[in-house]
Nanobody
Framework: QAQLQESGPGLVKPSQTLSLTCTVSGGSITTNYYWSWIRQSPGKGLEWIGYISYSGGTNYSPSLKSRTSMSRDTSKNQFTLQLSSVTPEDTAEYFC??????????????WGQGTQVTVSS
């Protein structure tokens, strides 16, 4: 069972880039699984943002792809999210999670505790 911890600023100004880091312990991000970012905003359900795989490949939600970039630092066992040109609509609680594909569906067995990010001037 992996442990994941999000970190980054809780307040971002409009038009800036939201940057978050997920630190993983108890499992290597380079050996298996898909390492995902998910968010939840008030009055809405969970929204999948994208993932970076154990081999370094990325895949993003079509609705956010143009503004999303994910990367990793294998020496620190961390992966990151950058969401550019943010607006108040990007205000949400952001989670990182370890996921896998099974039967055509996504499963997330390990989650971070989440971190609140507010976009405001």
């Amino acid at each position: 069972q992996a442990q994941l911890q999000e970190s980054g600023p809780g307040l971002v100004k409009p038009s800036q880039t939201l940057s978050l880091t997920c630190t993983v312990s108890g499992g290597s991000i380079t050996t298996n699984y898909y390492w995902s970012w998910i968010r939840q905003s008030p009055g809405k359900g969970l929204e999948w943002i994208g993932y970076i795989s154990y081999s370094g490949g990325t895949n993003y939600s079509p609705s956010l792809k143009s503004r999303t970039s994910m990367s990793r630092d294998t020496s620190k066992n961390q992966f990151t999210l950058q969401l550019s040109s943010v607006t108040p609509e990007d205000t949400a609680e952001y989670f990182c999670a370890r996921g896998l594909k099974f039967g055509g569906a996504d499963y997330f067995g390990s989650w971070g505790q989440g971190t609140q990010v507010t976009v405001s001037s």
